[in-house]
């Protein structure tokens, strides 16, 4: 028996198929289940390492779109937003994937004290980052996964397996991506800042200027460096988040469209309409009354 299908099999028990993370007994440990095949489905990725156990998934990264599936990980360094969509998945088979956010402390701690240095060419500025784990990856995030079967040990072994986990991902897979986010004055801590304040502030116009102080940047070298991380210029990572809190405050039904476009930003209602039919692939309305339907259908007697 491989290692990865044990991995599968301890993920299967600890685990629902939620289709979203379910946060586990570990620190920072989590499980992503999905039984059958999903749409296309927008979500933020936070800073994590995520190791796909069974399945296969595809991943909308700004323009690019990219498939995964067992063995396969990725790294993902700022807030994101993404686009999944898990096409391979059966009740009896289903699609699973191990996540680990990431823990700048003990990034940090590993950057200083390691004695094998990383290749700092492995990995490069993206905050999405894809590869194939490698066994001592694999075998590092099995030995994280077994404390999910014996929770007595988690207190004393968890923070070595972790360690050892982010370590293998510093010197095997992506030394000059984790070297970055051990740094607070990386380039990549520095969009992490500006990323962070759009976050808070989706709703609110900006100026570049105003952003590129944040930064700690010129306007033009955040620009650069905003795109070579995020795939998108400031202002259209703005409108990502805008248009998946709009679709969030829909599906909870607390606003109506015209309302929901006003809450996250737009002024023009045709424009919000226009930009959540480009992203999503429908209108708001029709997001809207699906929610509805759905809603109505689920309160019916049996």
């Avoid at 599968?8 to 440990?29: G, N, Y």
């Avoid at 072994?157 to 095997?172: G, I, M, Q, T, W």
Wanted: with cysteine; aromatic share 8%.
């Amino acid at each position: 028996m491989n290692t990865l299908h044990e991995l599968a099999q301890i993920l299967s028990r600890h685990s629902f198929a939620s289709e979203r993370m379910e946060p586990t007994a570990v620190p920072r440990l989590s499980i992503f289940r999905a039984d059958h095949p999903t749409t296309r489905t927008p979500g933020i990725y936070q800073p994590l390492f995520c190791l796909i156990v069974s399945g296969r998934k595809q991943v909308f990264f700004g323009e690019k779109i990219s498939e995964y599936g067992t063995g396969d990980c990725f790294l993902v360094t700022v807030n994101l937003p993404v686009v999944g969509t898990i096409l391979q998945a059966l009740p009896g088979d289903p699609y699973l994937a191990l996540c680990l956010d990431l823990h700048h402390t003990t990034l940090a701690e590993i950057a200083i004290r390691a004695t094998v240095m990383p290749d700092l060419r492995q990995g490069n500025d993206q905050g999405f980052q894809a590869g194939t784990a490698t066994t001592e990856v694999i075998d590092a995030a099995f030995r994280l996964a077994q404390l999910l079967d014996n929770t007595q040990h988690i207190d004393v072994l968890a923070p070595l397996y972790e360690r050892e986990l982010l370590y293998r991902l510093y010197v095997d897979l992506w030394g000059r991506s984790l070297h970055a986010v051990s740094q607070a004055n990386s380039r990549l801590s520095q969009i992490g800042r500006a990323i962070a304040w759009l976050h808070e502030h989706y709703a609110t116009d900006y100026t570049a200027e105003a952003l590129a102080r944040i930064a700690g940047m010129s306007v033009s070298t955040m620009n650069r460096h905003f795109r070579e991380i995020t795939a998108l210029s400031p202002l259209e990572y703005q409108k990502r988040i805008r248009l998946q809190e709009a679709r969030r405050l829909l599906a909870s039904q607390v606003t109506d469209v015209s309302g929901t476009g006003y809450a996250v930003g737009y002024s023009s209602p045709s424009q919000f309409n226009r930009e959540y039919r480009r992203l999503f692939g429908e209108s708001p309305g029709r997001h809207a009354s699906q929610v509805r339907s759905t809603k109505e259908q689920m309160q019916q007697p049996a």
